[in-house]
């Protein structure tokens, strides 16, 4: 609870510092500079509680009790009241006042019960969004991690891909090669047949050249022989016709 309370100025702070280690001549004076600090009323209860607290260790026990009753303002916390219930129960019991002292003591165990509960759905509160936060934190990381998969995949696949292109890019050089070296073997291939049967032909054309030769010649040599058989059946014609005479 005392945990709890300590939410206050650093005056204050420093007081409740010099009260636990007894140099309580210079606690005063910082719990009035935090008051001096702090011109809201309604944020001063945890600085009344730090007076009465000091009031009560120097055995000012209506001081004390004032500030006590000061700091129960409607604005305090929770924290603040029940510690005040707390101090209210031991100052009455040094006053002999049982019956006080025992009202507050059942005020102070309600609050502190009020707190245990609040600091229990508090704890389940964090609990659960601890809970909460691990899902989240699990649901991130599968989020990443399918993320991950997913980039991976269209790594392989644009790898595949760009495997693909390359070996249909080398196919399709290799057969643009072939058939540029289909085009030159027809091309040779044509040139060559032209030039052979070029060559056929003037073969040809010489052969007849030389058979139309040929054949003229026998001609000429024909026409030769029958002029000869024609002049000598004449020759043979008057040798007979002599021979008669």
């Known amino acids: 609870l005392a945990q709890g309370t300590r939410i206050r100025t650093l005056p204050s ?65 929770i924290y603040t009241i029940a510690q005040c219930h707390r101090n209210r129960y031991r100052l009455q019991k040094e006053l002999g006042r049982p019956k006080e002292a025992l009202r507050h003591l059942e005020q102070f165990s309600a609050y502190a019960d009020s707190i245990s509960a609040m600091t229990r759905e508090a704890s389940i509160r964090k609990v659960d969004a601890f809970y909460n936060y691990q899902r989240m934190q699990k649901q991130v990381a599968e989020a990443q991690l399918n993320a991950a998969k997913s980039r991976n995949l269209n790594y392989l696949m644009c790898l595949v891909a760009l495997a693909v292109i390359f070996a249909l890019s080398l196919i399709f050089l290799q057969w643009k090669r072939r058939v540029k070296e289909a085009k030159w073997l027809a091309y040779k291939r044509e040139q060559t047949l032209q030039s052979t049967l070029e060559a056929e032909r003037r073969r040809y054309e010489t052969e007849k050249t030389n058979i139309e030769s040929e054949l003229r010649r026998l001609q000429t040599t024909n026409q030769q022989l029958n002029q000869n058989a024609s002049e000598m059946h004449t020759a043979l014609l008057r040798l007979r016709k002599n021979e008669l005479d």
């Open 13 to 77: 702070e420093l007081g409740d510092l010099y009260r636990e280690q007894g140099a309580m001549d210079k606690v005063y004076p910082l719990m009035q500079l935090a008051l001096e600090r702090q011109p809201k009323e309604e944020k001063r209860a945890p600085i009344y509680l730090a007076l009465g607290e000091y009031f009560l260790a120097a055995h000012q026990l209506d001081s004390a009790d004032l500030y006590f009753r000061k700091a129960m303002m409607p604005t305090a916390s």
